[in-house]
């Protein structure tokens, strides 16, 4: 059984009072806060084991290198992938997404060819095909979700003409907790001969994932979400993509040698890894994956089950809310408004007052807003520390917001 209780005191963070209220924070869906492993962990390579990466032949040059090449092994194990070679670091899903869309896509698609995406999008996994828009005349065409926040393979099958060449979709909605079977849409994909990009920045804080199981070319996850430090990510390429893609960034570790007139490249990973990484803040993400990994993730994913069912039973008592998108197989984040009366920001304000989290705006998905009709919601965000008391706490403080609305 997975002991919540025992669980937060990993994280110093969570006893920490805002606004003379103890912290309830539910915005995990924006970035989780830290466990003392990961911490530590950044500390002690500061303090002994820190120096830049793969150029020095000194000893801490070595060991950090060691330390830093040794997260790339954990990654290929943790996204089940099979060579380093697929595993580039970033700096997080935004540079991972446009590093697909200028490394490959730029590379390999042509004026009126077309990509589907859908309106769960983030930001993130949009602009970056605008850029193709104006850059190589290709065509968006967008798949909208169901009233779950679902997309299926016959809602994208339905939009698939002979020109098209990718879907880039979300694993997991970062507005609805809303999960895709991406398994079953990329295999009918592929053999359409269609590439797929996964944005798993959700999905990889909940599930187990496992690309190759999935079967996508590309898949991205962001470090701060899944406990880890800010500025990392990950963007894995399958091994057959790999050829197929040129470097975004220019510079130092990109590079065999360099002469006035000519460049003689390195190999993925290096090639995409221009400059010197975040080598502490990666490391700080080993820790991170090692934190998930020792964790018993089936009683977890349980545990995130339960309370996030707890969560919408109870939103769902208070019938004067506006609920997005609610269903019972969405984990994890709840979007929801006020009709008329208050905007999110102003809910958001008053939870704040009460030590709650949460996040109001457009969730940089403003397609998504326009689709569901609102400018913005309320979201409440959980991770596997908040505890059912919290969620009551958040019960209770709008309440207040809607006493003070009335
Ligand atoms: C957070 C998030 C991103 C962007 O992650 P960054 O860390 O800001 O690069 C992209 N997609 C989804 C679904 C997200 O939740």
Redesign the pocket.
Known sequence: MFDVLEFRKEFPILSKKVNNKPLVYLDN???SQKPIKVIEAVKKCYESEYSNVHRGLHYLSNLATEKYEAVRDKVVAFLGASFQEEIIFT???????NLVSYGWANQNLVSGDEIILSTL?????IVPWHFLRSRRGIKLIWVDPDENGQISLDMIEKKISSKTKMVCI?H???VFGSILDVKKICKALKEKGIVTVL????AIVHLEINVEDIGCDFY?F????LFGP?GT?VLYVNKKRINEMVPFNGGGEMIRSVTKDDVIYNKSPFLFEAGTPGIAEIIGLGAAIDFVQNLDRKSVLEYEKSISDYTRTELEKLDWLVRHCFHKNNLAIFSFSMEGSAHAHDMATILDANGVAVRSGH??AQPLMDFIGVPATCRASLALYNTEHEINALIGSLMKCKKLFD
């Open positions: 869906g924006a970035s700096s997080g899903s935004t540079e991972a997404l999008e983030h930001h993130a996994n979300t997991m909605s970062n944005d798993g920045s959700q991205t962001t470090g701060h979400k800010t990510g969730h940089c």
